[in-house]
């Protein structure tokens, strides 16, 4: 796994609701939870005070997610920088909203859900991938434009 610099704990009601499924995510929903990518799941333990739970937490999120969901917490990103870490976020965010009213609308059932198909899931995979790689990009371009200004060869 790539260097993770950037770690975001977010707690807010929906979001420890869905930590609280048995179910937890339910990851072809909906777009957002598509996008999610890997989510791997902590019980957990009380507030970490010592570093034997990063190991515990690095373990649990195994080689390649990046996506936590401490159980009757809340939830835990990661990223490479502060932007991707944010965005992982935003996306687990939504997809908790829309998970809740869901399974409110269908009283719980979640038999009574329709799910996306995993071809659909590859394909929103494939379009975040993309819209990264052209915003690496344009983040490039607008580098190298800058750098034009400040250095005032034309």
Request: aromatic share 6%.
């Amino acid at each position: 796994m790539a260097a993770m610099l950037v770690g975001l704990n977010e707690n807010f009601d929906l979001g420890v609701a869905v930590s609280s499924m048995k179910c937890g995510l339910l990851e072809n929903l909906c777009q957002n939870s598509m996008i999610c990518g890997e989510v791997s799941y902590l019980d957990y333990e009380g507030i970490s005070v010592g570093l034997d739970e990063q190991k515990h937490i690095q373990a649990d999120l195994g080689p390649t997610a990046k996506n936590l969901i401490l159980r009757n917490h809340g939830l835990l990103t990661l990223g490479g920088t502060i932007q991707e870490c944010f965005l992982r976020m935003f996306f687990q965010v939504k997809a908790c909203e829309i998970q809740v009213m869901a399974v409110s609308a269908v009283g719980g059932d979640l038999s009574k859900l329709n799910y996306g198909d995993d071809k659909y899931r590859e394909q929103m995979l494939l379009l975040v991938l993309i819209k990264k790689l052209e915003a690496n990009v344009a983040q490039a371009m607008l580098l190298v434009l800058c750098d034009i200004d400040n250095n005032d060869h034309f």
